[in-house]
T-cell receptor, first 110, second 114 residues
């Protein structure tokens, strides 16, 4: 089983749609969780951290379910500029290392 | 202004010809990382430094070496590049003091091997 698993997509959605991505992780001791965004042939950039209480940043909402070892990202009112790959990222317990999922590709069309 | 800077952005080398990629940071972070990323794959950690302490991943080939002469700079040396080493190489930094470990990436160096 992969340490971080994501549906690779692609998710093709029209502008204005709401889309949700899911991610599962295998190590219950993981402490930090993130969503990174990566545009084609560019570096990953932090989109948001994910907290147990859930957190929201504008059109983006992230949720963490520790019991199920499950992380989600919800994007409301999708924009063309949201087209990218979204990487689910989890820390390696008691280290400075992160494990990246292979990413979920989102394509927003007009 | 870019805080993690990688040079060059594109590097072409010949099969077997040593190549060095460089990374510098203005964040004064303790930890610097090197990742290899191939198309449609997750970034794969090669090694990282916590200050001067080097941490190699178990599956990183011996062909890959790294140097960190000071806090700001870190280098990736590929001693004898093979065709399979063509990839994007990403440098990242983090504070590494525990708690939330956000990593900040440079723009990457895309390596081609002829």
């Amino acid at each position: 089983r992969k340490e971080v698993e994501q549906d690779p997509g692609p998710f093709n959605v029209p502008e204005g749609a709401t889309v949700a991505f899911n991610c599962t992780y295998s190590n219950s001791a993981s402490q930090s969780f993130f969503w990174y965004r990566q545009d084609c042939r560019k570096e990953p950039k932090l989109l948001m951290s994910v907290y147990s209480s859930g957190n929201e940043d504008g059109r983006f909402t992230a949720q963490l379910n520790r019991a199920s070892q499950y992380i989600s990202l919800l994007i409301r009112d999708s924009k063309l500029s949201d087209s990218a790959t979204y990487l689910c990222v989890v820390n390696v317990y008691n280290t400075d290392k992160l494990i990246f999922g292979t990413g979920t590709r989102l394509q927003v069309f007009p | 202004d870019a805080m993690v800077i990688q040079n060059p952005r594109y590097q072409v080398t010949q099969f077997g010809k040593p190549v060095t990629l460089s990374c510098s940071q203005t964040l004064n972070h303790n930890v610097m990382y090197w990742y290899q990323q191939k198309s449609s794959q997750a970034p794969k950690l090669l090694f990282h430094y916590y200050d001067k302490d080097f941490n190699n991943e178990a599956d990183t080939p011996d062909n890959f070496q790294s140097r960190r002469p000071n806090t700001s700079f870190c280098f990736l040396d590929i001693r004898s590049p093979g065709l399979g080493d063509a990839a994007m190489y990403l440098c990242a930094t983090s504070r590494g003091t525990g708690g939330e470990n956000i990593q900040y990436f440079g723009a990457g160096t895309r390596l081609s091997v002829l």
